[in-house]
């Protein structure tokens, strides 16, 4: 018997062994690409940024602003005669917010007509109550002077 022996740069790698190992070196760049900030397809142009999150709302922001104009109106344009002790319900549809007022009370202590007021505020940062104060200006438009959570 003869035997023959080859050398180590002469003999040829198993057929299967380097289609494996190019298949898993592209499956991890593909992966790497997904998890990792490298951006190597060119995707971070495509990410919206216009996006923001924490909108909650604060004081003087235009959300309160505009339920305390949407308060405001409904409680100084109602008859207090044909109201009577009955709740006033008002909704804000651009804010989403609703509430009912429980009380209004119109006084001319002051030589001007003001209307005091307790109401709720339902709206996405919870329940809340409010009272508040709205009187009418000379020019004959109506002025929220008050509008404190309690």
Not at 56 to 64: L, M, N, Q, W
Request: with cysteine; hydrophobic share 40%; proline share 2%.
């Amino acid at each position: 018997m003869v035997l023959i022996a080859k050398s180590l740069t002469r003999s040829k790698w198993p057929a299967g062994s380097t289609a494996r190992t190019l298949a898993l070196l592209i499956a991890g760049l593909c992966t790497a690409s997904c998890t990792s900030s490298l951006d190597l397809l060119g995707s971070a142009s495509k990410v919206d940024r216009s996006i923001s999150t924490g909108t909650v709302a604060r004081k003087g922001s235009d959300t309160t602003l505009s339920d305390e104009t949407t308060v405001r109106n409904a409680v100084t344009s109602v008859d207090l005669s044909l109201l009577g002790d009955a709740p006033l319900p008002w909704a804000n549809a651009a804010t989403g917010s609703a509430g009912v007022v429980s009380t209004i009370k119109e006084a001319r202590d002051t030589g001007r007509v003001c209307r005091d007021f307790t109401t709720t505020r339902h709206s996405y940062e919870g329940i809340a109550m409010f009272s508040g104060q709205a009187c009418l200006t000379g020019r004959g438009d109506w002025l929220l002077t008050a509008f404190d959570r309690q």
